[in-house]
């Protein structure tokens, strides 16, 4: 519990923090990087190039510093930062490094204007918040340990195939090195996969894209035209080849209701709608598929949804071209619009929307979604960015 004299200082000093909290960040990821260069592999290098990941840490430091009192209000967004920190095994030896760095920024950005006083109050309020998510991974940590087939931190794995899904996305089967059996996952989860690229280890997130009734892990990736991971793994990962997964996260997943349930996807955001299909239409809940695609070459397990189809009743799709080929027959052309939206989705039996896809889509999906009255607590989606790229309150 913070002191009444600390919120006070916090509580004056906030609007200047919150006018010049870009400049903040500006300054700490780079002073945090050539201080401890070691916590670099932690964080996505693209974002930090577009600046984006920059953008998402004002953001947090501001919304955090103006809720101290009601932290209740921060629930989603901290549930979020803990499975991201748990799927990348953040630790609580690198909250010091980030509180030094980020006093340290605040007192360049400011100078004399930030007193001992002052720097001493964030500090006590960074750690107040460091605490919290320190005890909120921990108990993530166990909980994945404690799984038969779990582990904490990271696990060596084989690569024990590759299978093309369409022409841009590749699916890729792990299998652990030990032997040891694969911890049960919830459909829709994600895991990191830790590489050793031109020497420097890089981590990134993806969905799993199996049910989680098999001995292995699957993530199926987009080949990204400038995306380092992406290409390695499509390029250069071969079957036998090892590496490292931490356990799978997430709080995208697929929940446990009788309401209809709509999976609704574009490009490579259908993967973690494949993991969830089979265990929705087993429970015999009415699922409606709906996938858009640039066309036939670039749509990935059209052959698994189509053979679900004819074995499961309770299952609808529906498929949009926005390019379609000659050849592409049976397939809506466009995109997934509002009115489209509104003709497929059983909208008067109030369903559950999941959704996942690019950015645009992913806007235009929650914009239309709220635009036809669909209750936000059943509209759930998953983002990998920083999610002030996403920004849903601005659609």
Request: some cysteine; charged content about 25%; proline content about 6%.
């Amino acid at each position: 519990m913070l002191s009444s004299e600390t919120r006070a200082i916090i509580d004056a000093t906030l609007p200047a923090v919150k006018e010049n909290a870009r400049a903040i960040t500006e300054v700490f990821y780079p002073l945090m990087f050539s201080r401890y260069p070691e916590v670099k592999a932690y964080f996505n290098q693209a974002h930090q190039v577009q600046g984006t990941q920059r953008q998402a840490l004002a953001n947090a430091v501001v919304a955090y510093a103006s809720n101290l009192d009601r932290l209740e209000l921060l629930g989603d967004a901290v549930s979020l930062i803990v499975q991201k920190h748990a799927s990348l095994n953040i630790l609580p030896d690198h909250y010091p490094i980030v509180g030094e760095c980020l006093l340290a920024a605040i007192k360049e950005v400011f100078g004399d204007v930030a007193t001992d006083e002052v720097l001493n109050a964030w500090g006590e309020a960074y750690q107040q918040l460091a605490d919290i998510l320190i005890a909120a991974e921990e108990s993530v940590y166990q909980e994945n340990e404690a799984k038969s087939g779990g582990w904490r931190g990271e696990r060596e794995f084989r690569l024990m195939g590759k299978e093309r899904e369409s022409d841009v996305i590749t699916s890729f089967y792990f299998v652990p090195t030990d032997g040891e059996p694969v911890a049960d996952f919830k459909p829709g989860q994600f895991t990191t996969i830790i590489l050793d690229i031109n020497g420097a280890t890089t981590r990134r997130n993806y969905s799993l894209s199996d049910s989680p009734d098999k001995p292995y892990y699957r993530i199926s990736v987009k080949r990204e035209p400038q995306g380092l991971v992406s290409n390695y793994l499509h390029d250069h990962l071969n079957p036998g080849d090892t590496v490292k997964l931490t356990p799978p996260c997430g709080d995208f997943v697929l929940q446990d209701t009788n309401r209809p349930l709509v999976l609704l996807s574009g490009g490579v955001g259908l993967t973690p709608t494949i993991s969830m299909l089979r265990p929705a239409l087993d429970s015999g809940r009415e699922v409606h598929f709906v996938h858009g695609a640039l066309n036939s070459t670039t749509h990935a397990f059209k052959g698994v949804v189509d053979q679900l189809n004819k074995e499961y009743t309770n299952l609808h799709t529906s498929y949009c071209y926005s390019e379609p080929l000659a050849d592409d027959q049976d397939v809506a052309t466009g995109f997934i619009d509002r009115s489209r939206l509104e003709a497929l989705l059983p909208l008067e039996k109030a369903p559950d929307v999941y959704f996942l896809g690019p950015k645009a889509f992913m806007q235009n999906c929650y914009r239309d979604l709220k635009s036809l009255n669909v209750p936000a607590e059943h509209i759930r989606f998953e983002f990998f960015g920083p999610l002030e790229e996403f920004d849903s309150t601005a659609v």
